[in-house]
Every structure is written in structure tokens, then in C-alpha cells.
């Protein structure tokens, strides 16, 4: 059984996966906007399957699901579905991410994802219990303690 350290986060899967649910709604609204935006360039007419237009959609739809994340990361170190589960993303050192890093951490985060979440389920391996996007881009999530009264 891994001791805990203080100095190392939990493997935290079960708290990241809500998070990932709670933002999975706020993306899908960006989803939504951006598919009506090439709905209205394209005439009101659906984009062929696998046709430029549609790759760009895509694109487009992972690179504005890229900002939210990025954006609510360097603003505040978390995102709406971070929120309810108190979880914080720092740097390993404890700092602010930088820009970079945390572009890194989403481009990693996708590929972790595409692979069936292989990097999230490497938390439970890992000996600091960090994913593969937390050791690619020198991040870690926490997670706030509940204050008690």
C-alpha cells in the first residue's frame, strides 16, 4: 500500500472524473455555439461527414475547449467542475503555472483521454500519484481541505 506523503497529491481519479463531468456541460455549450457558428457559414446546411468543413468543426471545438480549460487554469488554477470538489492546480513547485505548462497539460490531457484515460488510471501506479499530463507539464492537482466549524 502507498504511504501517503502530504507533499504528494492523492491519485484523486474518483475527484478528477467528477470534475471532467461537471466541465463535460460547459463544453458541450461551446460545442453547441460553435457548430450553430459553422451552421450559419455553411448556409444552414449540415457539414458532409468527414469533409474539410467538418474536420475544422473538430478543430475548432478542441481548440475552444482548450481556451476554457487554459483560460480558467491561469485565472483562478481551476476549472467550473474543479469547483464543487475543491481541487486546485498548482505547480509542482507549488507556483502558478505558466502558460506553457498549461498548454501542455491540455494537449497531453486529450491524448491521455483518446487512449482510454490511460494517463489518469497511471495515478494509481505512479509513485507521486501524478498523471501523465501532471508530470508532462510540471502541474499537480490538489485538493483543498474542508474547513469545519
Given at each position: 500500500m502507498h504511504a501517503t506523503n502530504?507533499?504528494?497529491?492523492?491519485?484523486?481519479?474518483?475527484?478528477?472524473?467528477?470534475?471532467?463531468?461537471?466541465?463535460?456541460?460547459?463544453?458541450a455549450a461551446l460545442w453547441m455555439a460553435?457548430?450553430?457558428?459553422?451552421?450559419?457559414?455553411?448556409?444552414d446546411q449540415p457539414l458532409t461527414a468527414f469533409s474539410l468543413g467538418q474536420i475544422a468543426l473538430?478543430?475548432?471545438?478542441?481548440?475552444?475547449?482548450g481556451?476554457?480549460?487554459i483560460v480558467s487554469w491561469h485565472r483562478g488554477g481551476k476549472t467550473?467542475?474543479?469547483?464543487?470538489?475543491?481541487?486546485?492546480?498548482?505547480?509542482?513547485d507549488g507556483t502558478h503555472p505558466s502558460l506553457t505548462a498549461l498548454t501542455r497539460r491540455y494537449i497531453v490531457?486529450?491524448?491521455?483521454?483518446?487512449?482510454?484515460?490511460?494517463?489518469?488510471?497511471?495515478?494509481?501506479?505512479?509513485?507521486?500519484?501524478?498523471t501523465w499530463h501532471d508530470r508532462m507539464s510540471g502541474t499537480r492537482l490538489i485538493r483543498d481541505r474542508a474547513t469545519r466549524l
Open positions: 502530504p507533499s504528494t497529491p492523492d491519485a484523486l481519479i474518483g475527484w478528477r472524473l467528477l470534475a471532467l463531468f461537471y466541465d463535460f456541460w460547459p463544453a460553435m457548430a450553430a457558428l459553422f451552421l450559419l457559414a455553411n448556409h473538430w478543430c475548432g471545438c478542441w481548440l475552444v475547449t481556451g476554457y480549460a467550473l467542475g474543479m469547483r464543487p470538489w475543491r481541487l486546485q492546480l498548482v505547480g509542482v490531457g486529450t491524448l491521455s483521454l483518446l487512449l482510454g484515460g490511460m494517463g489518469f488510471w497511471w495515478a494509481w501506479w505512479d509513485r507521486d500519484r501524478l
